[in-house]
C-alpha cells in the first residue's frame, strides 16, 4: 500500500514539474524577438518613429525589436502582413493616419480597419508641412493656391502614396481653396522630397519629421502648416488657416497587434509604450522630429480611428476623390 502511495505521490510529482515550465514560458511575454512592421520608405515619419520607440521597447522589454520595412499601397502591404499574423505579441504594426484614410478612399481591402487590430496606443500627433523649393515662384500659399485656380492641374503636389494621408491633405486643400492640383504618389521616406527639391514636383506636404530639416536647411521653403495655429518645430511658416480660414488637419501614429492579441500582452505593450512616451528622451527626440508624444489607451485608439475613417469618408464624398481599387 504504501509503495502504491509512493509511486502515485511520484508520478504527481513529475507531471507537476513537466507542467511548471510550460506555464512559465506562457507567461514570459516576450521571450523571443518582436517584429515591428510599417509599410513607409526608410527615412520617412514612420520609419523614424518606430526606431525611436522600438529602440525603447527593447531595452524595456529584454528582447530584440526589429523594424521591418514592407512598404507600398500607400501601407496598405504592411499592416494586411500584420492583420494575418499570429495574435501573440511577436508581430506589431506602426500605423499612421493613413490607416483611416486607405479606408475610406479604397473600394475594400484585404481587412477590416477596425476589427481585425488590437490597438495598443497611439505614440505621436502633428500636423503636415506644405512647402516649396527655394526658388518657386510661389512666395507664399495664397499665390501657390491662386496658380493652381489659374492653370488648373499644372501645379503638383507629393505623397507617400495613393490613399495616405498626404495624399488627403493635398485634396482637402484643393477642393477647400476650389482650385485643382495634380497627385504625383511616391512609395514613401525621401523621395517626395527630394522630388520637390529637383524640381520634379511643385509642392511637398509631407509630416515634420520629413520637412522641418529640410526647411530649416533651406532645401525648402515652408509655406504653411496645417495646424490651428504656427508649429513649434517651424516658426515663422503660418498656418494653412491664414490663406483658408478653418482649415486645420492634424495625424498621429499608433501602435496596434492582430486582433485576438491576449489581453495580458496588449496591456504589458501599451504599459511600455506610454513608459516610452513619459521618457525625456524619447520626448526630445519626437519634438526634434516636429512630433508630440501623444499616449492613450486601446479603446481611446479604437474609437478614434473609427472617427477618423467617417471624417475622411466626409472628405471624400464631398472634394468627390474617385475610389481607388
Known amino acids: 500500500m504504501n509503495h502504491r502511495i509512493s509511486r502515485r505521490t511520484a508520478?504527481?510529482?513529475g507531471a507537476a514539474s513537466l507542467a511548471f515550465p510550460v506555464a512559465r514560458a506562457q507567461g514570459a511575454y516576450p521571450s523571443r524577438p518582436i517584429q515591428l512592421i510599417h509599410g513607409f520608405g526608410a527615412g520617412g515619419n514612420a520609419d523614424v518613429v518606430s526606431r525611436l520607440i522600438g529602440k525603447k521597447l527593447q531595452d524595456y522589454l529584454q528582447q530584440p525589436v526589429v523594424v521591418e520595412i514592407k512598404s507600398g499601397a500607400g501601407g496598405t502591404i504592411a499592416t494586411n502582413f500584420v492583420a494575418k499574423a499570429p495574435a501573440d505579441g511577436y508581430t506589431l504594426v506602426m500605423l499612421t493616419g493613413g490607416h483611416t484614410a486607405s479606408a475610406a478612399l479604397r473600394k475594400s481591402l484585404p481587412y477590416d480597419p477596425v476589427e481585425d487590430f488590437a490597438f495598443l496606443s497611439t505614440v505621436s500627433s502633428f500636423p503636415f508641412v506644405v512647402a516649396v523649393r527655394p526658388d518657386h515662384p510661389a512666395k507664399n500659399l495664397a499665390e501657390l493656391l491662386a496658380m493652381a485656380r489659374k492653370d488648373p492641374g499644372k501645379i503638383t503636389f507629393s505623397s507617400v502614396g495613393v490613399g495616405s494621408t498626404q495624399h488627403?491633405?493635398?485634396?482637402l486643400l484643393a477642393s477647400t481653396a476650389k482650385a485643382q492640383l495634380l497627385h504625383i504618389p511616391y512609395r514613401g521616406g525621401g523621395a517626395p522630397v527630394q522630388a520637390v527639391v529637383a524640381g520634379d514636383v511643385d509642392l511637398l506636404i509631407d509630416t515634420p519629421t520629413v520637412?522641418?530639416?529640410?526647411?530649416l536647411a533651406g532645401r525648402l521653403r515652408g509655406l504653411a502648416v496645417t495646424s490651428a495655429t504656427e508649429w513649434p518645430a517651424l516658426p515663422g511658416v503660418p498656418p494653412v488657416a491664414t490663406a483658408l480660414p478653418g482649415f486645420t488637419v492634424g495625424s498621429w501614429l499608433g501602435l496596434s497587434a492582430p486582433a485576438g492579441t491576449p489581453p495580458d500582452i496588449v496591456q504589458k505593450l501599451t504599459a511600455e509604450i506610454h513608459r516610452a512616451l513619459k521618457d525625456n528622451e524619447t520626448q526630445q527626440s519626437l519634438a526634434s522630429a516636429g512630433s508630440a508624444p501623444a499616449p492613450?489607451?486601446?479603446q481611446e485608439m479604437r474609437s478614434m480611428i473609427a472617427a477618423d475613417i467617417t471624417?475622411?469618408?466626409t472628405v471624400v464624398q464631398q472634394a468627390g476623390i474617385p475610389m481607388q481599387g
Open 11 to 13: 508520478l504527481l510529482a
Open 168 to 171: 488627403m491633405v493635398g485634396e
Open 211 to 215: 520637412a522641418v530639416q529640410q526647411v
Open 296 to 298: 492613450c489607451t486601446p
Open 311 to 313: 471624417r475622411w469618408r
